[in-house]
Nanobody, 123 residues
Framework: QAQLIESGGGLVQTGDSLRLSCAAS????????MGWFRQAPGKEREFVGA????????VYADSVKGRFTISRDNAKNTGYLQMNSLKPEDTAVYYC????????????????WGQGTQVTVSS
């Protein structure tokens, strides 16, 4: 089972950019899809997007489509979430997670989770 560690969060202003990283342990990183979720205080965990193991397919939530980009480097066992044009409503703890279930956006289908990294966007 993969262990995932997110990094790259921080405090930024509206319109700024951030890139989150998700470092995975183990030799099977390239065999599973990777997703990004976020959770704001008092709200349920929300799907942000996901990328297939081969990087040929990505899917995004409507709220981030066109602003966020997910990528991965299987040689480095690392996934990325590039966030541009950040808004205050993007403020949340961001998590990466792994799944063998193709095309899913349900947190229940993701079996390994990182500890999360805080992103705060000030207005």
């Amino acid at each position: 089972q993969a262990q995932l560690i997110e990094s790259g969060g921080g405090l930024v202003q509206t319109g700024d950019s951030l890139r989150l990283s998700c470092a995975a342990s183990g030799r099977t990183f390239s065999s599973y899809a990777m997703g990004w979720f976020r959770q704001a205080p008092g709200k349920e965990r929300e799907f942000v997007g996901a990328i297939a193991w081969h990087s040929a397919r990505t899917v995004y939530a409507d709220s981030v489509k066109g602003r966020f980009t997910i990528s991965r480097d299987n040689a480095k066992n690392t996934g990325y979430l590039q966030m541009n044009s950040l808004k205050p409503e993007d403020t949340a703890v961001y998590y990466c997670a792994s799944t063998y279930t193709s095309g899913t956006s349900s947190p229940r289908d993701f079996y390994s989770w990182g500890q999360g990294t805080q992103v705060t966007v000030s207005s």
